[in-house]
């Protein structure tokens, strides 16, 4: 089904494109010149702007366009809730069980993440960070033999993912090697307390960089 491969085609390049911030709020996006660029028809590029506007992330607006929709902090409460209950579940799964060669690979994506987060000439190093932090957060779900169910929820996390941008840019970035390591220590021997409360601290702390972002990009963002 080409139509079908052109619009998924079109919607991860354009969401990818909000999420990194290539894009910003407020951004016009012209349907016609988004399909000439990806070589597809405009078609397909319609629908995948449907389909960003369903998912808030892109405004269509009949008097005035399509432009990037501002980040919708209710909407990213509402999904950074959702991710910290499922993901409290999958690692009170692993709680106590993990072998000495898993902890020995968390430890050692806690490492790079350290090395790369302290070493500002390495190329592609805010996309290099996400991934690391990826990593450590997917791997639980991978021991658990539900890796899939951690893309879905990646898939479905469209505003927390646009603030993550931002917070390769301040000092909460200095952060995450210490939040990893101590829900690395619960998983260990900590009690099921220990693992949410480590998993809270670390998925809430991106309201600091909310607030750090929102004093310079005021217009980036929307309380409804």
Known sequence: MPSLSARETAYRTIRSRIITMELKPGDPLNDRELAEELGISRTPMREALLMLNLARMVDIKPQSGTHVSPINLKLMEMEQFSRYALEKEILNRLRGKLTDEQIAEYRQNIE????????????????????????????????????????????????????????????????????????????????????????QSHLTRYKISVEQARAIHPDYFIDE
């Open 112 to 199: 790079d993440y350290r090395q790369l987060e302290a070493d500002l000439s390495q190329p592609d190093r805010p996309t290099r960070l996400l991934a690391l932090d990826n990593a450590f957060h997917r791997r639980a779900f991978e021991i658990c033999g539900m890796e899939e169910h951690y893309n879905y929820m990646l898939s479905k996390l469209q505003h927390v993912e646009r603030i993550r941008k931002f917070s390769l840019q301040t000092e909460e970035n200095k952060s995450v090697c210490g939040a990893h390591t101590r829900i690395l220590e619960a998983l260990i021997s900590g009690s099921p307390e220990d693992v949410g409360k480590a998993l």
